[in-house]
């Protein structure tokens, strides 16, 4: 399997260099040549354990890399924990993706990472500098994922007015090959900082590499567990559509979901679901593409994204192109794009208001991205009343521990802490601090990592 790139500038590479190049040097993203067709898989996904599916998933995209038999060693040591999907109300559910061990979907993408990118650089002798923005949760899951791991050094770079006190304290206590930079300044400026970084040429002997969600690296893994839930609650053997509620800020969650859409999972409709950073939802009904600048700070932190950069691997798979910039130089299948995507805004009210009122008619507790995808769940049946017996599920992102203030508020409970963030108040936390300022940033890593 060979992978492009979105701007086309640069010729196609394998699963290997896609990995460890995160970004592609003409600036664009990697995507895979053809995707895979997973019409095999799904017959059988039902009976499949989730490291089995992950295995089977991931080898479609990794040949000449990884063997089946290291994908499997890859697999198994990732997913150790549980991927609980709940019914709610009928046949509506929550699937819950906080059981990692940082507590948030995105372990699923940076385990996978860390094993694969430990292997690579290890098999060729490298070193390697994992650069990272984050809005809060990227953050602890690549700083637990690569924690340790041989010839890897991580630096991670956060806002610091925009993380909760446990998000910034699963990243700063850590030590060891991670390092972590508190910038003061929003998501957007971090992402951007790490961005010019890449594509300095001052900075080309440090060998750098992402693991943002601009790493095709990022996405794969994130298609298994659309294959794995839908299976746990509907036919999809027999060609059963499901609806899929997915809280977005920079679409690599959802782009997860769209690879194995187009690799043949039945898909009724994705529901996207955004906070009031709505640049997306808005395109899809405007065919106007305008980023928030600045982005707007919410409740749901980690999805305060004005300008998702995963949002050009979705309008190239539907033909048109977006450059890194912003700038839409060609408008993809807005009709095909309306057909799949039901786009939908959520305000931080009517996030509260789903977080007390789930609690109270189900007792299922929902953290503030969660209850983003499920409020956008319940607008899609309000304006789709034919689809009312579809299966249905909802991404909860989060765990509502990760957020204590506002869901005691909210539903008078404490959420029960998992193993995951006990005893991380009495941890010592180690950062910098740096303002928005290229050149400092640019001094830090030449002084400490060339
Ligand atoms: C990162 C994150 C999101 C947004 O995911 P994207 O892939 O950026 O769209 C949603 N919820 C939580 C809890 C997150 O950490």
Redesign the pocket.
Do not use: C
């Given at each position: 399997m060979k992978f492009y790139s979105t701007n086309r500038q640069v010729p196609h590479v394998d699963l290997a260099d896609a990995l460890l190049e995160g970004q592609a040097a003409d600036r664009g993203l990697y995507m895979p040549l053809q995707v895979p067709s997973i019409a095999d898989i799904i017959s059988r996904a039902k009976d499949l354990s989730y490291p089995e599916l992950a295995a089977q998933v991931l080898s479609l995209y990794a040949d000449g890399v990884f063997s089946r038999a290291e994908m499997e060693d890859i697999c198994a040591d990732a997913y150790n924990f549980e991927v609980p999907v709940e019914p709610v109300i009928g046949r509506r559910h929550i699937l819950r993706l906080d059981c990692g061990p940082s507590a948030?979907?995105?372990d699923f993408a940076a385990r996978f990472m860390g094993r694969a990118l430990g292997r690579l650089v290890t098999a060729r002798g490298r070193e390697l500098l994992i650069l990272t923005a984050t809005?809060?949760?990227?953050g602890s899951a690549v700083a637990h994922a690569f924690l340790g791991v041989p010839g890897i050094r991580v630096l991670v770079l956060f806002p610091t007015d925009e993380v909760s006190d446990r998000q910034r304290r699963q990243m700063t206590t850590l030590g060891g090959n991670i390092a972590t930079i508190s910038v003061s300044g929003k998501f957007d400026d971090c992402q951007a900082l790490v961005k010019r970084a890449f594509s300095d040429p001052d900075l080309s002997g440090l060998q750098l590499s992402s693991a943002n969600?601009i790493n095709i690296g990022r996405l794969l893994p994130?298609s298994v567990y659309y294959i794995y839930a839908a299976s746990r609650i509907a036919d999809i053997a027999g060609g059963e559509k499901v609806i899929i509620s997915?809280?977005?800020?920079?679409?690599?969650?959802?782009m997860g979901g769209v690879l194995a859409f187009r690799g043949g999972l039945p898909v009724q409709k994705f529901v996207v679901a955004t906070n009031a950073n709505d640049e997306v939802p808005v395109f899809f009904q405007t065919e106007q593409y305008r980023k928030i600048e600045p982005s707007i700070v919410c409740l749901?932190n980690?999805?305060n994204?004005g300008h998702?950069s995963?949002l050009a691997r979705l309008v190239d798979l539907y033909g048109g192109h977006l450059d890194e910039k912003g700038v839409l130089h060609r408008v993809p299948d807005m009709a095909a794009i309306r057909r799949d995507f039901y786009g939908v805004s959520i305000s931080d009210d009517a996030t509260r208001d789903t977080i007390g009122r789930v609690f109270r008619e189900t007792g299922v507790m929902l953290?503030p991205?969660g209850a983003v995808g499920w409020a956008g769940l319940e607008r899609f049946f309000e304006s789709h009343p034919e689809l009312a017996d579809c299966p249905a599920l909802s991404l909860e992102?989060?765990h509502p521990a990760k957020f204590p203030d506002e869901v005691i508020r909210l539903t008078g409970t404490a959420p029960t802490l998992p193993d995951a963030l006990k005893g991380l108040d009495a941890l010592a936390e180690r950062y910098d601090h740096m303002a928005v300022d290229y050149a400092a940033f640019k001094q830090i890593l030449l002084e400490k990592y060339r």
């Open positions: 948030s979907f995105k809005s809060g949760d990227t969600s994130q997915v809280p977005s800020g920079n679409f690599g969650n959802l749901s980690a999805m994204v998702p995963n953290e991205h992102t989060a």
